[in-house]
């Protein structure tokens, strides 16, 4: 295996995230070639329906394909989809050896590619930095293997905790860098989904700014109450949110398999500290996003990032696993992933 290994691979991420929003449902991937030594080929999959990254790829390479390398971020698909199986195209190039970072998510074909590849004669490398190359695609993982959208939970919060005055008004506890870290979010979401109160008091737009070719995602509101009229009047014009009526934990985790039936993979949660408390709650949520301005608001009856029912014991604690903590210009940021209690059978 060659030293470089890594580069290649990291280089094939790269690729895959140059598409990033753009291909759900399918997943990110890019692909790598390499012979003697050089990269002759490079390719990414731009969108659902387009060809695959291994493909562009191989079309770049071109006469340097026989007897390459190839890096390729997933699995090749060795199915028939709306493209034919890459483990094809791969065979016929006379490629000699395939490096892979993720195997195929779903268990009826995960290491089904390596296989036809190894019968084929070509010698396959699995798990090349699989890591990195599993957390781009995490929201179609999940897709693939429960049926429903991965969802992150962003908030934006002062450093003591509050999200807003008393009045309401919460523009702006982070900053640029943050905010531009949201609309980065907002592309990668299928969905946004707010809370009445939230539709109510900040007539948010949902939408992703300086477009650049990115669709824009379906926007949800929960509320028990407003229709999608009402909610017309209190959003910008052009906005057709459609309502999620969710009042218990079922509600919700049967409206999660209802929008991943609806092939949204990737669902971002932009409320208030009681949406917040409720998907928590509910457990829905796979990912926390916190940003936190060094700002220290203070007051009693200023919004809590997190509202709900008061907890009797530290017990009763939400655990992070997984987590990392970046900078977004003067804010900090916290990631990471609910720690949610077994259930007892």
Avoid at 72 to 101: K, M, N, Q, W
Wanted: hydrophobic share 40%; net charge positive.
């Amino acid at each position: 295996m060659q030293d470089k290994t890594s580069e290649y691979m990291k280089e094939a991420i790269a690729l895959a995230e140059k598409a990033w929003g753009m291909t759900s449902p399918n997943p990110l991937v890019g692909a790598v070639i390499v012979k003697d030594g050089k990269v002759t080929g490079r390719g990414f999959h731009e969108q659902a329906g387009k060809p695959h990254a291994e493909i562009n790829a191989l079309a770049d390479a071109g006469q340097s394909s026989p007897k390459a390398d190839l890096y390729v971020t997933l699995e090749p698909c060795s199915t028939h989809g709306r493209t034919p199986p890459c483990t094809d195209a791969i065979i016929r190039a006379g490629v000699r050896r395939v490096f892979i970072g993720s195997l195929d998510p779903n268990p009826a074909h995960a290491g089904r590619g390596v296989n036809i590849l190894n019968n084929a004669g070509i010698e396959v490398f699995t798990e090349i930095e699989k890591v990195s190359c599993d957390a781009i695609n995490e929201a179609f993982f999940k897709w693939i293997t429960a049926k429903r959208p991965f969802v992150i939970l962003k908030m934006a919060m002062t450093l003591d905790g509050k999200i807003a005055t008393e009045s309401g008004q919460s523009k702006w506890i982070t900053g640029p860098a943050a905010r531009q870290r949201v609309q980065h979010l907002r592309q990668w979401a299928d969905a946004i989904l707010v809370g009445g109160n939230t539709a109510r008091n900040d007539h948010p737009s949902l939408t992703v700014r300086d477009m650049h070719g990115w669709r824009q995602p379906r926007r949800l509101v929960a509320s028990k109450t407003l229709t999608p009229e009402a909610l017309k009047s209190l959003l910008p014009e052009g906005i057709n949110p459609e309502v999620i009526r969710a009042a218990c934990p079922a509600e919700w985790q049967a409206a999660m398999s209802r929008l991943g039936s609806e092939n949204v993979t990737a669902l971002l949660i932009e409320g208030g500290g009681e949406l917040a408390s409720t998907v928590l709650n509910a457990g829905i949520v796979d990912k926390v996003e916190f940003h936190i301005g060094p700002k220290i608001l203070g007051g009693r009856n200023s919004r809590p990032v997190i509202g709900g029912a008061n907890p009797l014991t530290l017990a009763e604690a939400l655990a992070l696993k997984n987590i990392s903590i970046e900078r977004a210009g003067e804010d900090i940021v916290v990631i990471g992933y609910p720690d949610y209690p077994k259930k007892s059978s």
